[in-house]
Nanobody, 123 residues
């Protein structure tokens, strides 16, 4: 069972990126999914989460209004559209699958993590 995050890169402040998280090995269509990030020298932090049906989404205050999480269960893929990027958005972004169907911001609720993709926002 693997989660593969992709789409990271170097972008100027104000720019946009779309991250993808593709699952292989089994379907995650019945799991809540989340994105977290870790900046150099900092703890991993919650970014966004989505329930299994996409009926519920939650965001960290720092990204609300700029990031959008979505999913395509037919493709077993979760996305994070990031706009109006800021230098403080720089970090390694991880996708994760929750144990339950529901959207959750608590990292202890997740038991399957991808390898991360680097996002660097230059000023």
């Amino acid at each position: 069972v693997q989660l593969q995050a992709s789409g990271g890169g170097l972008v100027q402040a104000g720019g946009s990126l779309r991250l993808s998280c593709a699952a292989s090995g089994r379907t995650f269509s019945m799991n809540g999914m989340g994105w977290f990030r870790q900046a150099p020298g900092k703890e991993r932090e919650f970014v966004a989460t989505i329930s299994w049906s996409a009926g519920s989404t939650y965001y960290a205050d720092s990204v609300k209004g700029r990031f959008t999480i979505s999913r395509d269960n037919a493709k077993n893929t979760v996305y994070l559209q990031m706009s109006s990027l800021k230098p403080e958005d720089t970090g390694v972004y991880y996708c994760a699958a929750a144990r339950s169907r529901w959207a959750t911001a608590r990292d202890k609720d997740y038991d399957n993590w991808g390898q991360g993709t680097q996002v660097t926002v230059s000023s």
